[in-house]
């Protein structure tokens, strides 16, 4: 042995990080909710010297020791010993510092070793690099108490939830220089290569914190969702491909920096949600995969992303995972997670085609009965320790009760991503205005179901990805109408019963697709009117919204929503009402998807009163074409849509308009000669017409410029 390696002797660890007998039992169990304070490396004293304790997870092999530069990554040199005959080994090595790259070298029990990353390190090395840093948590002095305080004592149902989803390392860079070697021909790989070049560096965790949370809060948004900030091995996977699950990635700065990311958030009155990928971990060999020579931490492959599913069946991944949410709740402080892949863990033939292959349970159906435990069990865990902190579920399927308790047989999420919502949304969006009459079920079939989760609405990055084209290509028409949807989309989201959620870039209407390798393009707000409107237009939507409680404090329970016209698909128009907890709250609103404009349309009233113009999305301010309308309109005593009331108003095309309650009725009945010599439209007859003569009579009014 050298003389550095005998300066730097493993020894036992005798210290406050020593595994008990207690430890072993609760990992054996899955209830070892703390074992991230002792697995993993740590800075320890023994004896009086300094050093660093090391305690790995690794069943059925011969060996284990520590390498790094300190030993010139020799196998051996710095072994550690099991605890307690267990499948746990631990040991300190004296005068190693903060910042030096490690690994363990497993020899598996066939002879090879392995060299793998600490499963529970805090720190990683920058990619490429694969090793574990020493690093250790502490040091950073939060400023959020206040927010934390205010976040225990209200509840999130009953506020606002307007979600801005980002991925840290396109949001915005230093410069789009092509980063790395050309190719022969002096060109850089594109779009069109399966690994284009990065474009600019990225900013840090302090830049993200100088910059992404001020434009957040004036944006209007409530809180940033991060997708995955985990150590991962490749941009592409977006980091949904974990190598490091307790490792803030290296890409952006320290886990500190990290922590001031939060802390300036919170500070500012914005909430962090995170993604946490729970399904599986990529299959790179310095990770989880086959750990000791064989799947430990997983038992399968997945079918169609090829990453390694865990194995919720072994108590101690239960006990990993379990400790690995409350890590990041507790010395994060974040607010929410989001659980990708719910539907591929729910599911047994997730991903499986082929009858012959299909599994099931002992119960004969293809829930995967460990996995569903496992996620009741970690939302459980959350609740009863960290009630204010919001569990969301990216689940796709028609899964039941995925926002109940699991006392009640539910999954215990508070929020479900409302996947049908989007889908059925942008499939209408996108149809042509001639045939979105045909289509009309795909914009009102959500509010079957509305109220069966507590639901996000979701324009998320998977949406602008992979040839599905950015939300502005998917809008039929010419420049203007392209726009003009855009500002209806986003209308809708907001006004519909659920939490909001965009990915980055939606709100000024990127027209291409979102690249990971390169920033947003932020230059089309300073270069281009159009999608300068369509940003100034969602800060004011976002403002309205955080401004009304009808939009929002029922927004999860069927009297926050009643119907006025579900049915005029001809007009390809809706209008309905949302409450709040006061009725002087509540809302009329009018959404039309066809370019087609009216001088007169009416509207059944929610009842009497004058009713004011509270919010336009057809405002020149916003790039819309002003087209004229009443700031005040007074109820009528005309029975329309089942109601005793109606106002009339003109409608622009292709807008939205909302109107409030604000105080009674300045109408005044004209005088009978008078309204022999009107020219205005006939009231609504006493008997409602057939299907057939409705929409012909639709048709007719349409063309004279107003509703049936």
């Keep these: 042995m050298s003389k550095q390696n005998e300066t730097l002797a493993t020894t036992t660890v005798e210290s406050s990080l020593a595994i008990s007998k207690d430890d072993i039992y609760l990992f054996g169990q899955g209830t070892w909710l703390g074992c991230a304070e002792k697995l993993g490396s740590h800075p320890d004293i023994e004896d009086g010297t300094c050093g660093w304790s090391f305690a790995v997870w690794a069943p059925a ?144 965790y302090l830049d993200l914190a100088q910059e992404l949370v001020p434009y957040a809060k004036d944006m209007g948004y409530t809180h940033i969702e991060l997708m995955p900030i985990m150590e991962h091995p490749f941009d592409g996977s977006w980091g949904y491909q974990t190598t490091g699950y307790y490792a803030t990635t290296a890409r952006f700065g320290t886990p500190q920096e990290f922590m001031q990311l939060v802390d300036t958030a919170h500070q500012a009155g914005i909430g962090i949600i995170m993604d946490w990928v729970p399904g599986g971990f990529c299959a790179d060999a310095h990770g989880l995969a086959t750990f000791n020579g064989h799947m430990l931490y997983e038992h399968e492959i997945h079918p169609n992303w090829g990453t390694h599913k865990f194995d919720f069946s072994r108590p101690e991944v239960v006990s990993f995972l379990t400790a690995n949410i409350l890590f990041w709740l507790e010395n994060f402080h974040i607010d929410g997670i989001r659980m990708d892949g719910v539907s591929s863990m729910l599911y047994l033939n997730f991903g499986i085609d082929n009858e012959s292959d299909k599994k099931f349970n002992a119960l004969g159906t293809e829930e995967d009965l460990d996995a569903s435990a496992f996620i009741r069990s970690i939302n459980t865990c959350v609740s009863e320790r960290m009630p204010d902190v919001m569990m969301i579920a990216e689940e796709s399927t028609a899964w039941p009760l995925v926002t109940y308790p699991p006392s009640e047989g539910g999954l215990g999420f508070h929020y479900k991503w409302d996947m049908g919502w989007m889908n059925d949304t942008l499939h209408y969006m996108q149809t042509d205005f001639p045939w979105r009459p045909g289509n009309h079920g795909l914009l009102t079939f959500s509010m079957m179901y509305a109220f069966n989760e507590n639901f996000v609405l979701p324009l998320s990055h998977d949406e602008v990805v992979n040839g599905k084209c950015s939300l502005i290509g998917r809008m039929p028409g010419d420049w203007w109408r392209q726009f003009a949807g855009m500002r209806t989309l986003a209308f ?110 009416r509207i059944g009233a929610p009842r009497e009163g004058n009713w004011k113009l509270v919010f336009n999305s057809d405002d020149a301010r916003y790039g819309g074409s002003d087209y004229p309308v009443r700031k005040l309109v007074s109820s009528e005593p005309v029975a329309w849509n089942g109601r005793e009331n109606s106002i009339e108003t003109p409608v622009p095309g292709l807008a939205g308009l909302v109107f409030r309650k604000v105080g009674p009725s300045s109408y005044v009945p004209p005088k009978a000669s008078a309204r022999k010599r009107s020219k205005t439209p006939a009231k609504a007859p006493a008997k409602a017409p057939d299907k057939t003569k409705k929409k012909k009579s639709q048709r007719s009014s349409a063309r004279k410029g107003e509703n049936a």
């Design 492 to 601: 809708y989201q907001i006004t519909h019963p659920g939490a909001k959620l965009n990915f980055m870039g939606n709100e000024i209407a990127q027209f291409i697709e979102w690249r990971y390798y390169e920033s947003i393009q932020w230059f089309l707000t300073h270069e281009y009117e159009t999608h300068r409107n369509q940003q100034q237009f969602v800060k004011a939507l976002n403002a309205f919204y955080l401004e009304q409680p009808a939009l929002f404090e029922r927004s999860y329970t069927q009297d926050g929503f009643e119907w006025i016209d579900a049915d005029n698909a001809d007009q390809s128009i809706v209008t309905f009402v949302r409450h709040g907890d006061d009725p002087k709250d509540d809302l009329l609103i009018l959404i039309n998807f066809d370019p087609a404009s009216y001088e007169r349309f």
């Design 61 to 204: 092999v011969r060996s284990v020791s520590v390498v790094g530069d300190f030993n010139a990554w020799t196998p051996g040199a710095h072994p550690l010993a099991r605890v307690h005959q267990s499948d746990i080994w631990q040991g300190f090595i004296s005068g190693l510092k903060t910042g030096e790259l490690y690994k363990y070298a497993l020899e598996t029990d066939s002879g090879e070793v392995l060299f793998k990353a600490d499963p529970m390190a805090v720190a990683d090395e920058l990619p490429p690099g694969t090793a574990s840093k020493l690093w250790s948590l502490d040091g950073y002095q939060w400023n959020d108490k206040l927010w934390l305080e205010q976040r225990r004592a209200s509840n999130h149902m009953k506020q606002p939830l307007n979600i801005y989803e980002v991925h840290l390392g396109s949001w915005n860079r230093h410069g789009d220089e092509p980063q790395g070697e050309p190719r022969e021909d002096g060109t850089y790989p594109g779009p069109g290569d399966p690994f284009p070049a990065q474009r600019g560096t990225y900013y840090s």
